[in-house]
């Protein structure tokens, strides 16, 4: 079963998400269990973010991988409880709702921090320049940005 759904809204995480309402495509396979209803397979969306250290547009795909078993509702009736915890999905009047799943699905899937590039070299603490755009970049009397945090670590008042 391949369908395409509109992205719901805060659809990933701040810094990395699917723009609501474009297009993600579901790529789903439907077993029938004992328990319920198997699902698997995959959603393919287009990601729009920002860079944690250059804050440049990313542009990515994204591909995560699905799989949850959605129980019967009436299996409550055979079995304790405490068999069926918060996280388990029900089929509700026989619907599938995917949309929880899919939000797990792509947070799990994206990067912690997102980068345009590996080793982005993030932006010159004196201007705010992009460095991967300006390698040799430089100030005159400029602090050596290694040591430009020790430097802060300094206290301002050391002299009486
Ligand atoms: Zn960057
Ligand atoms: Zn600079």
Known sequence: MVRTVPAPSELGIEVLRVAEGSPVELD??????????????T??????????????????????????????????HDHSDEDLDDETRK?????????????????????FQPLCQEDCPG????????????????HDAAIDPRWAGLQALQPDHDQD
Do not use: F, W
């Open 43 to 76: 959603a393919q969306a287009k990601l729009v973010g920002e860079c944690v250290r250059c804050l440049e547009p990313i542009d990515d795909d994204i591909v995560a991988d699905l799989q949850e078993l959605y129980v019967y509702d009436d299996i409550r």
């Open 28 to 41: 789903l396979r439907l077993e029938a269990v004992m328990e319920g209803v198997l699902v698997t397979g």
């Open 123 to 138: 932006l010159c603490i004196e201007c705010g320049a992009r460095l991967a755009d300006d390698p040799d970049h430089s």
């Open 91 to 111: 089929l509700e009047d026989d619907l599938l709702d995917l949309e929880p799943l899919l939000r797990d699905a792509v947070v799990l899937a994206l990067p």
